[in-house]
T-cell receptor
Framework: SQKIEQNSEALNIQEGKTATLTCNYTNYSPAYLQWYRQDPGRGPVFLLLIRENEKEKRKERLKVTFDTTLKQSLFHITASQPADSATYLC????????FGTGTRLLVSP | EPEVTQTPSHQVTQMGQEVILRCVPISNHLYFYWYRQILGQKVEFLVSFYNNEISEKSEIFDDQFSVERPDGSNFTLKIRSTKLEDSAMYFC?????????????FGPGTRLLVL
């Protein structure tokens, strides 16, 4: 069955640093991979979508890479801010989204 | 900015009772979804709905669950006979149907507690 793995341990970083989150998937060859942000008690909010033929995609301080050989996506937040503190979810594909457990990011001032 | 809305925000019910969770998707969207998230666990897909019929459903979406688009704006999830394990946050989402990659827009969720 499809398996999505994200680091379940929280990532603690200092404001201004770059946060890097990892998403690994198995038994799956998605044409797309999406990243969402989820705040406690709220619904996921779409951040970025990357296609299998794109190596990298950027949006403001966010950058996503997609390595279909390694079956891995990396999500970077540069110049991180305390407001970036949230849980970040990856979801290969679209329509029927299969989410990972998410990685909680804590950015301290 | 258009958004998905859900009502109620919280629902408490007794085991065995029927509940209906309501969603108003974004108005020009054609694809609708329900997901659930048990406390502390991941967001799980339940069902997708397009053109007035279910397009895909997960193993979780058994005969106790049903979805309906009763009018031009609402999208509902019914649980016929709730169980304790149905306690979760239920999220509705919608997307345009362009045939290409699509962003899903999620609502704020309904927190369901079954006692």
């Amino acid at each position: 069955s499809q398996k999505i793995e994200q680091n379940s341990e929280a990532l603690n970083i200092q404001e201004g640093k770059t946060a890097t989150l990892t998403c690994n998937y198995t038994n799956y060859s998605p044409a797309y991979l999406q990243w969402y942000r989820q705040d406690p008690g709220r619904g996921p909010v779409f951040l970025l979508l990357i296609r299998e033929n794109e190596k990298e995609k950027r949006k403001e301080r966010l950058k996503v890479t997609f390595d279909t050989t390694l079956k891995q996506s990396l999500f970077h937040i540069t110049a991180s801010q305390p407001a970036d503190s949230a849980t970040y979810l990856c979801a290969p594909g679209f329509q029927k989204l299969v989410f990972g457990t998410g990685t909680r990011l804590l950015v301290s001032p | 900015e258009p958004e998905v809305t859900q009502t109620p925000s919280h629902q408490v019910t007794q085991m065995g009772q029927e509940v209906i969770l309501r969603c108003v998707p974004i108005s020009n969207h054609l694809y609708f979804y329900w997901y659930r998230q048990i406390l502390g666990q991941k967001v799980e897909f339940l069902v997708s709905f397009y053109n007035n019929e279910i397009s895909e459903k997960s193993e979780i979406f058994d005969d106790q669950f049903s979805v309906e688009r009763p009018d031009g704006s609402n999208f509902t999830l019914k649980i016929r006979s709730t169980k304790l394990e149905d306690s979760a946050m239920y999220f509705c989402a919608s997307s345009e149907f362009t045939g290409k990659e699509e962003t899903q827009y999620f609502g704020p969720g309904t927190r369901l507690l079954v006692l």
